[in-house]
């Protein structure tokens, strides 16, 4: 298997390791190109001599804010401080190390490259892609995270969240990443909706006798899930009593069924979620702490729509293909957009998709959503104009980045790039749409994203 990556060399000087280096790299199975626009797709690998703040800037700029896979190697004799590599993930680097420092390197680098390369495959196929919808780069690398994790482990999995982040479907599509031929279905259990006096039975099962109306035996959650994935929702839910007596079964993988002697052994992959903050719930003592770290080898905190602002078009879109009976859905003016991505989403994606279904119920035609077709509790008075973005967290961002050095003209030309991505992103690749939305001409949008690719550090 071989895979493309492009190369950058960050060297003060001509480096007599390079060449080396690149032949290895090919031996490898690792096809590398110049950073130029038009490469192939793949990930980034930097060779780099020391550091300093011009690597630090090709880093940001060629991982494109760390939403793209990089690779930073320090070439052979570099005077590099292994412990200031942390610096370089914080820059955009997915992983870092010294090219002398392991067996073989080539062959090291390209098993992370295929590793990404699978990862990043299944990220952008259908299955994830047409379930958990979103182009920002903090979805993508959430995206990254949960599928490298459910196809490489079967490790337990707790999955963080608000209300509507969309914690069921991560948890089935876990479960689908690692199902293998022979494995049974998903097995889902709301812990809302258990009652006190029937949680034994709900989870262990019962024989016949066991308690009044016990009429015959009953297979429970860990006898049904054998085989196959069990999803516990709303983890946080559960009355210390019966986490207590889940302990032994997610430890060992053996139960009894109520009323029972037999021991009997299941084997599952265990998927919880939940919306409460299981840290203050343990230090509270609402929930025992030797349970969290039996049911959380993972984390993952799905964050909510106001994080990612850039996916709400995109998901916006595909309700309205789900929705919608005609081949194509209809377009959105440019107002309804403008709403849309300044709305409150309390409830997350959920509460997006009820809405866009009222705006759906309501259009007529085959022409574009209209700021009619918005119901008339859901419009936007007078008393709520458009917020102004420039509020203390704005005062921060700039704040900090002054205090680590950056002048003017690298805060307006970072500035700068940042919006035209955004814009972009947002609409959906659609270059007339996000010169509108920045408020300059289609020719200038397009010099402005050709000078910021030429600021990319080319190979020397």
Same mark, same amino acid.
């Given at each position: 298997?071989?895979?493309?990556? *492009? ?20 031996? $490898? ?10 490469? #192939?797709?793949?990930? !980034? ?26 690779? $930073? ?37 390209? $098993? ?29 690398? /959430?995206? @990254? ?13 707790? /999955? ?19 199902? +293998?031929?022979?494995? =049974? ?8 909706? /258990? ?43 559960? #009355? %210390?009593? +019966?986490?207590?007596?889940?302990? =032994? ?24 979620? !939940? ?19 039996? /049911?959380?080898?993972?984390?993952? *905190?799905?964050?909510? %729509? ?13 309700? +309205? ?40 119920? =309501? ?17 936007? !008075? ?16 700039? @704040?900090? $980045? ?5 002048? +003017? ?39 402005? =994203? ?6 990319? @550090?080319?190979?020397?």
């Amino acid at each position: 298997m071989r895979v493309p990556a *492009r190369l950058h060399v960050f060297a003060n000087a001509a480096s007599r390791h390079v060449e080396s280096i690149a032949e290895e790299l090919r031996r $490898a199975g690792i096809n590398s190109y110049p950073p130029k626009y038009g490469s #192939p797709n793949g990930a !980034t690998i930097v060779l780099f001599d020391e550091l300093s703040p011009g690597l630090y800037d090709c880093l940001h700029d060629a991982s494109h804010g760390g939403a793209e896979r990089l690779l $930073a190697i320090a070439l052979p004799e570099s005077a590099t401080n292994p412990i200031e590599f942390w610096r370089l993930l914080q820059w955009g680097a997915s992983d870092a190390f010294l090219w002398d420092s392991m067996p073989n390197p080539a062959s090291q680098i390209a $098993a992370r490259l295929e590793r990404w390369q699978t990862v990043d495959m299944l990220v952008d196929s259908p299955l994830v892609k047409n379930n958990l919808i979103g182009n920002s780069p903090l979805w993508k690398r /959430i995206m @990254r995270q949960i599928v490298e994790v459910a196809k490489f482990t079967a490790a337990s999995v707790l /999955i963080l969240g608000e209300s509507g982040t969309g914690k069921e479907l991560v948890a089935r599509l876990i479960h689908t990443l690692h199902a +293998l031929p022979n494995t =049974r279905e998903l097995v889902i259990l709301d812990c809302t909706t /258990i009652v006190p006096g029937l949680s034994g039975s709900e989870f262990f099962g019962h024989e016949r006798g066991a308690f009044t109306g016990a009429a015959g035996p009953r297979e429970g959650a860990f006898a049904l899930a054998n085989g196959g994935s069990l999803f516990l929702d709303e983890v946080g839910e559960l #009355p %210390l009593v +019966l986490q207590a007596q889940l302990l =032994r079964v997610i430890q060992e993988r053996m139960y009894k069924r109520v009323g029972g002697n037999q021991w009997h052994r299941t084997e599952f992959r265990l998927l919880c979620a !939940t919306n409460r903050d299981l840290a203050q719930e343990i230090e509270h003592g609402k929930f025992r702490s030797d349970l969290y770290y039996r /049911i959380a080898a993972w984390v993952f *905190r799905l964050p909510p %729509l106001r994080d990612r602002p850039e996916d709400i078009l995109p998901l916006t879109r595909h309700f +309205l293909t789900e929705l919608s009976s005609a081949e194509d859905p209809p377009e959105i003016e440019e107002p309804v957009r403008d709403y849309l991505l300044k709305r409150t989403y309390r409830g997350n994606v959920r509460e997006l998709r009820q809405l866009v279904a009222r705006i759906h119920a =309501r259009h007529v035609g085959s022409g574009p959503i209209t700021a009619g077709d918005i119901p008339e509790d859901e419009r936007p !008075t007078d008393r709520v104009a458009a917020t102004d973005w420039r509020d203390s967290t704005f005062d921060q961002v700039i @704040r900090r $980045a002054v205090t680590l050095g950056a002048g +003017l003209k690298d805060l307006s030309q970072y500035a700068t790039d940042t919006a035209i991505r955004i814009a972009v992103s947002e609409e959906e690749g659609n270059l007339q749409r996000a010169a509108r939305k920045l408020g300059v001409s289609d020719r200038a949008l397009q010099m402005r =994203r050709a000078n910021g690719s030429k600021g990319l @550090r080319q190979s020397r």
